[in-house]
Each structure stands twice: as C-alpha cells, then as structure tokens.
C-alpha cells in the first residue's frame, strides 16, 4: 500500500499548522488513519497512537513522513500516558491533542445481556482513554500557549438507542466531559470541542465484524441491507467519508477556529435535530 505523499506546508500554511505537534489516538486506521494523514499533509509532526502497528502507518513512516508510531493499548490505564511521554520527548512538548480512539459492540440481545465487565470495557475506550490522555497532555498544551483537543465523540451522545446502550451512555459522558474541561482551561488558553459523527464509512461499520454486519447477522439479513437502511435514514442519504471528519478537525485545530471552543460538530448528513 503507497500512501499519497503528504503535501508538507500546503494545506498546513493556510491554517497556521506546519511544525506543530499532534497526537492522534486510535491512528492506526478509519477515521484516526485520515485524521493522522490531514495533519501529515499540512506539515505536523505527528505521533499516532495504536495498539498495533498497520500496513498504512507503515507505508507512511517507509516514504519518510514526519510521523512516530507509538504502539500502546489506550484502554489500559498507562497507555495513554506513555503516548503522550513518548510525544513530549520527541518534540518538546505537545500543541494538539486528538482523542479518537473509540470502539462499539452492537448489544442484539438487548439491555440485560450486557454484563459489568461489558460496561467496563465500553468506559475504559470510549470514555477513559480520552480522559488519561487528556489529563497526561494538559501541562504541555498549557505550556504551550495555545493548546488545543478536537475529540471524535458520536452522534450516539445525543441519539439515543438500546443497541449501543453502552456506547451512548461512554459517548454523552465523554462530551459532557469536553465541554465542562473547556470552561476550565479556556482562560489558559486552551480550546477543547468535540465532534459528533453518525455513521462513517469504516470497518467500524462496514468491516466483516463490524455494526451491520453483527446486526444483518442477529436479523438474518444482509449487511448491505443494514447500512443502506441506515444510510437512508440521513438528509444526504449516505454515511460520512473518514475524510470530512478529519477535515472538521483540521479547521478546530487550525486559526480559523482561533475563537472555538466548548462546541459539539455533529456531522451526520443531517441524521439527527441538533436544534
């Protein structure tokens, strides 16, 4: 696999990025994959974070991208704080932090066949990793002078359902929890906003043990079926590429959201009343 060349100083020169330092949790593919490749192309050094090595971080650091790979399990509770050691040592300190790392298991037997343990796993990647890896790069971000956290949270944080009771529940707590930090650290000069995504177009969803697959699974239906029924139920009437993500949050870390902060970007193809 042979990446596109990033485009150091392209992108990154009209949105006040290149040289800066970010660290991306959950890089090794989907939406983290195109969130790493963004910040490469407008000329940051970026240190990924994932618990394993991937063909396309590989393809990057082969071709000489500015990019560290950092393997860590994010949802132990030293792992998020060795990336951000690992960031700090390298480059001096840490300019953006990008919570990402994220995970669901559909819950087709509803409510009660989800355990203690099931909870605990949920929390641990969808709400505790952000939280340690937060909390590991806030002295750098401070110290930076113009810190900023652009977290992937979900459209689940406002959208209810019983399939993913879990998730919804890690996912509304992690943007409550962005937006009560940013009203304490905005006055340091910190930014943090969240973004909500509806279905995107990974292996998340789309991947053989992915969301319709699991469900087509438990219905006795195609998964094809289950992802244009979903799909349908969009404005757009499709599911968000890992691309525009990435570029939502390309524009909060950049100057052109320089008076952003505390916000929650729902990106959905209009799924959801966000009034």
Request: proline share 6%; hydrophobic share 45%; with cysteine.
């Amino acid at each position: 696999m042979t990446p596109p060349a990033p485009r150091a100083g392209t992108r990154g020169s009209e949105r006040g990025l290149p040289g800066q330092t970010v660290v991306v949790t959950g890089a090794g593919r989907g939406i983290g994959l195109a969130i790493t490749e963004a910040f490469l192309a407008a000329g940051c050094h970026v240190v990924a974070g994932s618990r394993e090595r991937t063909e396309a971080l590989d393809a990057y650091l082969r071709q000489g991208a500015d990019l560290i790979v950092v393997e860590t399990d994010l949802a132990t509770p030293d792992g998020p704080a060795a990336l951000v050691a690992e960031a700090a040592a390298l480059h001096g300190g840490v300019d953006v932090l990008v919570n990402n790392v994220g995970a669901v298991r559909p819950r087709v037997d509803g409510f009660l066949s989800v355990t203690d343990e099931d909870w605990d796993w949920t929390l641990s990647v969808n709400l505790m990793a952000a939280v340690r890896a937060t909390r590991a790069a806030l002295p750098h971000l401070i110290a930076s002078g113009s810190g900023r956290i652009v977290t992937v949270s979900s459209v689940n944080a406002r959208l209810p359902d019983p399939l993913v009771i879990d998730y919804g529940a890690a996912k509304a707590a992690l943007t409550n929890f962005c937006k009560a930090l940013s009203k304490e650290v905005g006055p340091r000069g910190v930014r943090v906003n969240t973004i909500g995504p509806g279905p995107v177009e990974t292996a998340l969803w789309q991947g053989a043990d992915g969301v319709a697959a699991t469900v087509g699974q438990s219905r006795g239906v195609d998964p094809g079926d289950v992802a244009r029924a979903v799909a349908a139920q969009s404005a757009t009437g499709r599911f968000t590429s890992p691309s525009e993500v990435a570029e939502l949050v390309l524009f909060l870390a950049g100057p052109g959201g320089a008076n952003i902060t505390g916000a929650d970007f729902v990106i959905d193809g209009g799924l959801v009343d966000s009034l």
